[in-house]
């Protein structure tokens, strides 16, 4: 199995969600988040009139669990449906899940 984590713009969410329901994937993790990447976030916004650097931009984190041979399709829907073609739209990496349990029911989950 494999675990596919992606950071993606907060108002790509509702579309990326939708596509992976659409695709089948049994479920998802959300998590707001604060970061930067290549851009190191050196934003300058105006609020209540003063110029303020933002240097932590607001994201969001998907992690999904599915069988490896469903990877690249997966990552494939998240990227397609999270680019804007801008800086900024995210990442997309996948690690290897050596177990998976069921809370409930104890049941182990294996490719």
């Known amino acids: 199995m494999k675990k596919i984590e992606a950071v993606i713009r907060p108002d790509k969410l509702d579309q990326v969600e939708k596509a992976l329901g659409h695709l089948g994937v049994g479920g998802i993790?959300?998590?707001?988040?604060?970061?930067?990447?290549?851009?190191?976030?050196?934003?300058?916004?105006?609020?209540?009139?003063?110029?303020?650097?933002?240097?932590?931009?607001?994201?969001?984190?998907?992690?999904?669990?599915?069988?490896?041979?469903?990877?690249?399709?997966?990552?494939?829907?998240?990227?397609?449906?999270?680019?804007?073609?801008?800086?900024?739209?995210?990442?997309?990496?996948t690690t290897t899940v050596e177990d998976f349990m069921r809370i409930r029911t104890g049941e182990h989950i294996l490719d």
Do not use: F, M
């Open 29 to 93: 993790t959300i998590s707001q988040t604060l970061g930067w990447g290549r851009q190191k976030g050196n934003v300058t916004e105006v609020y209540r009139g003063t110029e303020i650097e933002v240097r932590l931009l607001p994201k969001v984190k998907i992690e999904v669990i599915v069988k490896e041979e469903e990877c690249d399709r997966v990552k494939h829907v998240i990227s397609e449906n999270a680019q804007t073609g801008k800086i900024g739209d995210g990442v997309i990496w």
